[in-house]
């Protein structure tokens, strides 16, 4: 992609509206931006099939059990990271995973119902995985901050006017 975005300012005010709460109608959209029902349903359904939003539910971790967070820098033999990164990706427990540029390679972040769960995962499921040098974990004592909301509110907008 060339940095370009291929959504506009309404489409932006779409998302911050829907960001705010997913259940608001096409018709109350509408009526906020001042636009017909029949645009903002073009335009969502436009955002959905080019896979600018998806419709999800956003779950608190800690509400199932999960009361153990851990953020997880790993080093892995550079020539193996592509494997290494297929073999997390399909972890039940890791939630996030990216590739980090500095210290570490990956940067994981998984969620555990206690320290047993989490020090299973570790010494049965990582250890197996061919190609990880080197992994430091930080727990995550107290969730301070979770924020969905990815900066497409649009300064002025009609949609802030809640």
Known sequence: MNGESPIDSTDREIMSILQKNSRVTNTEIARR????EGTVRYRIKRLVDDRIIRN???VNPETLGYQVHVIVGIQVEYKKLAEVT?????K??????????GRYD?????FFRNTEEQLAFFTNEL????GIVRLETFTVL???KTKYLWGVSVAG??????
Do not use: C, P, Y
């Not at 907008?157 to 809640?162: A, N, R, T």
């Open 157 to 162: 907008s009609k949609s802030e006017d809640e």
């Open 33 to 36: 931006l001042d636009i017909s």
């Open 106 to 110: 990956l940067m994981v972040i998984a």
């Open 86 to 90: 297929k073999q997390l990706k399909e």
């Open 142 to 144: 107290q969730m301070l």
């Open 56 to 58: 999800i539910t956003v």
């Open 92 to 101: 039940e427990a890791v939630h996030f995973l990216g590739v980090a540029a």
């Open 127 to 130: 250890a197996s995985i061919d």
